[in-house]
């Protein structure tokens, strides 16, 4: 039952973000808001790579549940819990959180009005609200071996730097910030705001973790087992 439930439930999710990502592609070409793709597109935005992540974990765990016999042992199976635990969990829900902290705050510093006539409210909440209990939904259909903490924030930190040397050069390139709300820090300013972004994004890891194992602590065993 487990086993039925899981895939019907990657099928479904990977099949949401894949339509949301196609309904983003279809806007191409329609009149855009100032200043939103004036350098690399919507490749520069955390909020349409957090969708490619979450469509490309999704996608990973279908394939994973096509696989014939035993599943913990496939590298396929690993790669798929190494994208959850490290990448898709925590980026995911830091996404989700980040922006509505910041909308409620001051839209106009993340999420300009301008973009409303863009963007639909559906598409909004496809990219920032639903994220989140797709996610807590995946926590509970299925567990995941989740790598030894001090790998996984290695691999988050070089993904952090390297999304902060992008949003870097958009701005030296074109002279714009890809969130107006980084146009308001002064140098030492934007540093403290990545570490204590990075910060967050490290909590939510700790959190995805606990959670996971408290929700299948006995077939956590067994998987680590098996494993071996």
């Known amino acids: 039952m487990t086993s039925t439930l899981s895939r019907g439930y990657h099928v479904a999710a990977f099949s949401w973000y894949a339509f949301v ?31 490619l992540l979450q469509m490309s974990f999704f996608g990973l765990a279908a394939l994973n549940d096509l696989q014939p016999g035993e599943k913990s042992k496939s590298a396929l199976n690993r790669c798929k819990d190494l994208l959850f635990s490290v ?10 959180l980040l922006f509505w902290t910041l909308f409620a705050y001051d839209r ?3 999420y300009p009005a301008t ?8 598409i909004n909440h496809a990219m920032h609200t639903f994220v989140l209990p797709i996610l807590l939904g995946e926590v509970l259909v299925q567990p ?4 030894q903490t001090k790998h996984a924030l290695a691999a988050l930190g070089g993904v952090g730097l390297s999304y902060l040397f992008w949003i870097i050069w958009v701005y030296v390139s074109v002279g ?3 969130y107006p709300l980084l146009g308001h820090f002064s140098t ?3 540093i403290g705001f990545f570490f204590f972004n990075m910060s967050v994004v490290t909590l939510l890891f700790v959190i995805g973790d606990k959670l996971n194992s408290h ?6 065993n067994k998987m680590k087992t098996k494993a071996k």
Request: glycine content about 8%.
């Open 21 to 51: 990502v196609k309904s983003l592609a279809a806007k191409n070409g329609e009149k855009l808001p100032p200043g939103i793709f004036v350098y690399g597109g919507p490749w520069k935005y955390l909020t349409f790579l957090n969708l």
């Open 87 to 96: 990448f898709a969990f925590p980026v995911g829900m830091f996404v989700v």
């Open 108 to 110: 106009e510093l993340v």
């Open 115 to 122: 973009i409303d006539t863009f963007f639909p409210p559906w």
């Open 144 to 147: 995941h071996i989740y790598p």
């Open 176 to 178: 714009i910030w890809v």
């Open 188 to 190: 030492a300013g934007l």
């Open 215 to 220: 929700v299948w602590s006995k077939d956590m």
